[in-house]
């Protein structure tokens, strides 16, 4: 299993630019949550999705974050314009569906943006 | 308030000096605690699930504990390679599917 595969691991872009995060899930999971870490304030849930279909995005913090998952296999976070406060690492997660003991979240090796 | 504390925030330890993490939670139903790994550069590994108070889980050096109110993540005899941040989350009937994530603890590990 190859885990969640994302790209790309280090951005570094302007102010105003746009910034596109894809993600690929462990095949079979139902589940596929975006997460954000700074030192502030940790790792926080930006958007989640269940069979592709975006559940909870109570997180995105504005209208410049957006995530769509055109299929099972593939996911973005997308970020117009981009500022200097969206310097973060983006976490992709997943993990399957079912009881209980499908409950833990696998994360990828995240995406380390930097905004100058 | 529903919320994830951990202490200490950061653990220095000599190699062979055993120690204990905590994690505290104050939700209401909770589901499951989960501690993760975290190395530098990497993002978190699962290490535990934890669904009910009483229940125990050991791996290698490591063995976590629930009660009602907290978590605890017992190292013993540590080596220079358990050195990380280690992070506890909660899964809770009023998040959803979404885990809460303490701020975590790094731990160091002398040689």
């Known amino acids: 299993d190859a885990g969640v595969i994302q790209s790309p691991r280090h951005e570094v872009t302007e102010m105003g630019q746009e910034v596109t995060l894809r993600c690929k899930p462990i095949s079979g999971h139902d589940y596929l949550f975006w997460y954000r870490q700074t030192m502030m304030r940790g790792l926080e849930l930006l958007i989640y999705f269940n069979n592709n279909v975006p559940i909870d995005d109570s997180g995105m913090p504005e209208d410049r974050f957006s995530a769509k998952m055109p299929n099972a296999s593939f996911s973005t976070l997308k970020i117009q314009p981009s500022e200097p406060r969206d310097s973060a690492v983006y976490f992709c997660?997943?993990?399957?569906?079912?009881?209980?003991?499908?409950?833990?979240?696998?994360f990828g090796e995240g995406s380390w943006l930097t905004v100058v | 308030e529903d919320q994830v504390t951990q202490s200490p925030e950061a653990l220095r330890l000599q190699e062979g000096e055993s120690s204990s993490l905590n994690c505290s939670y104050t939700v209401s139903g909770l589901r499951g605690l989960f501690w993760y790994r975290q190395d530098p550069g990497k993002g978190p590994e699962f290490l535990f699930t934890l669904y009910s108070a009483g229940e125990e889980k050991e791996k290698e050096r490591l063995k976590a504990t629930l009660t009602k109110k907290e978590s605890f993540l017992h190292i013993t005899a540590p080596k220079p390679e358990d050195s990380a941040t280690y992070l506890c989350a909660v899964q809770a009937t009023n998040y959803g599917q979404n885990f809460v994530f303490g701020p975590g603890t790094r731990l160091s590990v002398l040689p």
């Open positions: 997660a997943s993990r399957a569906g079912g009881d209980p003991s499908g409950n833990t979240i696998y």
